[in-house]
């Protein structure tokens, strides 16, 4: 059974301090992405990796990085955390190899991140 | 730009009522579709998706969905929804072949409330 797993279900960060939430999958996935889920805009996709050290941004990427040093493993990184960056995250992966027969996508529980 | 919309953001029905939840998407292209659901607290699970082939698709939980390609459709159905309280629906979409394949385009989300 597909595992991800996020490390942090709920945290509450300050204004200006640097926040890392970390995601892992047990699959041998090769793309691994990072949503974040706010009421009334469904998930919106922040970034994506299609393989180690490969990233590219999604739809809302300004505020955010991300860093994949090995294949089980995408951060996603605030530089300076704001108030509007509180949100629920979601990390996923899916296979490659897996495309032409129906490429699906595993979320992790989310992570629930409060700016004070 | 490719888009999912769902048209209903708040449904409450009643226990045995049947459920249509609509979901129209914005590409002319070959795509998959998903249905995902996510109950308070939990992550989201997949309901169903469509690859190919018949167009009706039956998934987990007694839903099923029909993908109306010339209407831009792929409407959620139940005949009889069970008490479960409120959970949310999300209707996604992936463009097949393209570069970024895998990344999974969302709507906004539809909360349905069932009472007892």
């Known amino acids: 059974d597909v595992k991800v797993t996020q490390s942090s279900r709920y945290l509450v960060k300050r204004t200006g301090e640097k926040v890392f939430l970390e995601c892992v999958q047990d699959?041998?996935?090769?793309?691994m992405f990072w949503y974040r889920q706010d009421p009334g805009l469904g998930l919106r996709l922040i970034y994506f990796s299609y393989d180690v050290k490969m990233k590219e941004k999604g739809d809302i990427p300004e505020g955010y990085s991300v860093s994949r040093e090995k294949k089980e493993r995408f951060s996603l990184i605030l530089e300076s955390a704001s108030t509007n960056q509180t949100s629920m995250y979601l990390c996923?992966?899916?296979?490659?190899?897996?495309?032409?027969?129906?490429?699906?996508?595993?979320f992790g529980e989310g992570s629930w991140l409060t700016v004070v | 730009a490719q888009s999912v919309s769902q048209h209903n953001h708040h449904v409450i029905l009643s226990e045995a009522a049947s459920l249509e939840l609509g979901c129209n998407y914005s590409y002319g292209g070959t795509v998959n579709l998903f249905w995902y659901v996510q109950y308070p607290g939990q992550h989201l699970q997949l309901l169903l998706k469509?690859?190919?082939?018949?167009?009706l698709v039956k998934g987990i939980k007694g839903f099923e969905a029909e993908f109306i390609k010339s209407k831009f459709s792929f409407n959620l159905r139940k005949p009889s929804v069970q008490w479960i309280g409120t959970a949310e629906y999300f209707c996604?979409?992936?463009?097949?072949?393209?570069?970024?394949?895998?990344?999974?385009?969302f709507g906004q989300g539809t909360t349905l409330q069932v009472k007892p």
């Open positions: 996923a992966s899916s296979s490659t190899r897996r495309l032409l027969t129906g490429n699906t996508i595993y």
């Open positions: 699959m041998d996935h090769e793309n």
């Open positions: 469509y690859f190919s082939g018949d167009p």
């Open positions: 996604a979409v992936n463009v097949r072949g393209s570069s970024n394949t895998g990344k999974l385009i």
